[in-house]
């Protein structure tokens, strides 16, 4: 099993930039798919980026692709999302996530899931 603990969402200005930080435990992270969800109030959970256990696949949502990236420490047990141009609709609660078996897209079901991290983004 893995337990995720997110950090490093806070208050920004819109065209700041924010990195959200997820630190796992587990011994065989770097064998796990990684990525991040958002939900906004009101809105649809929304899958954001994932990066597989390789690092040979990446996604990104369309409504982030060009401002944010996703990223992992293997050594320190830590993956990353670096968003950059941040937007008021971008503000949301952002979730990690990891899971044995790499997904993308809509739809997608990840095992195991970090507390969240508020983001907001002012206008």
């Known amino acids: 099993q893995v337990q995720l603990v997110a950090s490093g969402g806070g208050l920004v200005q819109a065209g700041g930039s924010l990195r959200l930080s997820c630190a796992a435990s587990g011994r065989t992270f770097r064998n796990y798919a990684v990525g991040w969800f958002r939900q906004a109030p009101w809105k649809a959970r929304e899958f954001v980026a994932a990066?597989?256990?390789?690092?040979?696949?990446?996604y990104y949502a369309d409504s982030v692709k060009g401002r944010f990236t996703i990223s992992r420490d293997n050594a320190k047990n830590t993956m990353y999302l670096q968003m950059n141009s941040l937007k008021p609709e971008d503000t949301a609660v952002y979730y990690c996530?990891?899971?044995?078996?790499?997904?993308?897209?809509?739809?997608?079901?990840?095992?195991?899931w970090g507390q969240g991290t508020q983001v907001t983004v002012s206008s």
């Open positions: 996530v990891a899971d044995r078996y790499y997904q993308e897209g809509t739809g997608v079901k990840y095992a195991y």
């Open positions: 990066d597989s256990w390789s690092g040979f696949n990446t």
